[in-house]
């Protein structure tokens, strides 16, 4: 009773349970705010981490795929560099490797699952003694998955060559069998996004044009 009296004559007050239930309330409503933040700072964090190694990841595909179509060549006198083109699918032949004669490499978009496919490559040596009229064995000595997530659209490959007077450049969207892929310039355009990625919208693209040496 004394002590109450002297706190009272010091005007010291304490809370109320109201006015601690608000400030309670109040407290929590502030640190969820920064959990918010903080979480959504993370996921931005995370999802450039992601995109920036995907785009990495591609730009190495890329330059290889480049790289291959450069040294392309025609496994025989009546043949072309490139076998067939479609939109999803480059098939053709370069003498990169330690075999006898150009392989055969397959480049596609395969097991594909709403908007995003797999980017797949097989490449298959030739038959030695089949030499100089080349036949390639049916299974491939390296056949591997290079890239998740690549879009479904647009078109992945197109080859281009000049034509008519004046020259205009036309595009080919398709060749192979009947029809010969006789062009020297193949662009390729790949778009892929990284998984679980919430902040960033669609996936990034890469463009390449390859002037074939042997075309």
Not at 172 to 199: D, Q, W
């Amino acid at each position: 009773m004394i002590a109450r009296l002297r706190r009272a004559a010091r005007g010291e007050q304490g809370f109320t349970l109201v006015e601690m239930g608000v400030a309670t309330f109040l407290s929590t409503l502030v640190l969820g705010a920064v959990v918010l933040v903080v979480n959504a700072v993370g996921q931005n964090a995370s999802d450039a981490r992601q995109r920036a190694d995907l785009q990495v990841q591609a730009r190495e595909v890329v330059t290889e795929m480049a790289a291959e179509l450069r040294a392309a060549e025609a496994p025989q006198i009546t043949m072309s560099a490139i076998a067939s083109l479609a939109e999803s699918a480059l098939t053709f032949y370069s003498d990169r490797y330690d075999f006898p004669g150009p392989e055969k490499i397959v480049y596609e978009r395969t097991a594909c699952a709403g908007e995003y496919c797999q980017l797949r490559v097989r490449r298959y040596a030739a038959d030695p003694a089949s030499a100089p009229n080349w036949v390639y064995l049916t299974l491939p000595f390296n056949d591997v998955v290079l890239l998740e997530r690549v879009a479904a659209t647009p078109a992945m490959f197109a080859g281009s060559k000049w034509a008519g007077s004046p020259l205009e450049r036309t595009t080919v969207p398709s060749c192979g069998g009947a029809t010969a892929c006789n062009f020297p310039i193949v662009t390729i355009v790949l778009r892929a996004a990284p998984p679980g990625v919430s902040t960033i919208e669609g996936p990034f693209e890469l463009l390449v044009e390859v002037n074939l040496r042997n075309a």
